[in-house]
C-alpha cells in the first residue's frame, strides 16, 4: 500500500512562490507516473503537472506553464511541485497522486481518464492579490 502525504501549502500574496512535497512511503516510486492535481471551491479537480519518474519528461497544464515546475527525488522517495509567480486563480487544494498505469504519461497523465490508485490528503494553497 502507497501513502502519500503532501506539504508546503499555505497563504501568499500573488507574485509569490511556494514549493510543495508529496512524501510517499510503502514503496519506491522511482518509476511511477505521477501528477499534481488542484481543486478550487466549486470547481472540478483539474490536472496541473505530470512526470513518470524513470525519466525527465514532464507535462504540465497551460495555465501554469512557465511559471510551475514538477520534479522527483528519488533518493527521498518525494515529489515536489515548485510553483513561481503564483495568481489568485492558483488558490485551491493540492492533492499528489501516483498512477496506475505508464502508457501515456506524462502526455496524458492531467486527463480525467487516467487512472490513479492514490492520492494524498492535500494541501491548501491561497493566493491573494
Known amino acids: 500500500q502507497l501513502r502519500l502525504v503532501e506539504s508546503g501549502g499555505g497563504s501568499v500574496q500573488a507574485g509569490g512562490s511556494l514549493r510543495l512535497s508529496c512524501a510517499a512511503s510503502g514503496y519506491s516510486t522511482s518509476r511511477t507516473c505521477m501528477a499534481w492535481f488542484r481543486q478550487a471551491p466549486g470547481k472540478e479537480r483539474e490536472g496541473v503537472a505530470a512526470i513518470h519518474t524513470s525519466g525527465s519528461s514532464t507535462a504540465y497544464a497551460d495555465s501554469v506553464k512557465g511559471r510551475f515546475a514538477i520534479s522527483q527525488d528519488n533518493a527521498k522517495n518525494t515529489l515536489y511541485l515548485q510553483m513561481n509567480s503564483l495568481k489568485p486563480e492558483d488558490t485551491g487544494m493540492y492533492y499528489c497522486?501516483?498512477?496506475?498505469?505508464?502508457?501515456?504519461?506524462?502526455?496524458?497523465?492531467?486527463?480525467?481518464?487516467?487512472?490513479?490508485?492514490?492520492w494524498g490528503q492535500g494541501t491548501q494553497v491561497t493566493v491573494s492579490s
Open positions: 497522486g501516483a498512477a496506475g498505469q505508464d502508457w501515456g504519461c506524462p502526455g496524458r497523465a492531467l486527463t480525467s481518464a487516467f487512472t490513479y490508485n492514490y
